[in-house]
C-alpha cells in the first residue's frame, strides 16, 4: 500500500483518487500527529460494507464455504417457470 504525506495528498488529491479508483490500491495519507487515514474506492468501500454485513449474518459464512465445495454437476439450470 503506498503511503502519501497529507500535504503531498492535498495538492495531488485528483491524481490519488483517479489512482486508488484505477488501481484498486488504497493510499495512506500519513499526517505528522500520527493519526492516519486510508483512501480508496467507492466500489472496494461498497464491497467492504457488502462483506462485513454478509459475515454479520450467523451461518452465512459457513454456507458460502458448503457452497463452494458442491460438484459442478450438482447445480441445475435457472428455469423461470419452475413454481416456487
Known amino acids: 500500500m503506498t503511503a ?3 500535504i503531498n495528498a492535498k495538492n495531488n488529491l ?3 483518487v483517479s489512482e ?3 488501481n484498486n490500491e488504497p493510499v495512506i495519507i500519513v499526517n505528522d500527529s500520527g493519526e ?3 483512501l480508496l ?3 472496494d468501500w461498497n464491497s467492504i460494507q457488502e ?3 454478509l459475515y454479520s ?3 452465512i459464512a459457513e454456507s458460502i464455504i458448503k457452497a463452494g465445495q458442491e460438484p ?3 447445480y441445475t439450470t435457472y428455469d423461470s417457470n419452475e413454481e416456487w
Open 4 to 6: 502519501v504525506n497529507i
Open 14 to 16: 485528483f491524481q490519488l
Open 20 to 22: 486508488v479508483n484505477v
Open 36 to 38: 492516519n487515514a486510508v
Open 41 to 43: 474506492s467507492q466500489d
Open 51 to 53: 462483506t462485513l454485513y
Open 57 to 59: 449474518v450467523p451461518g
Open 72 to 74: 459442478l454437476t450438482e
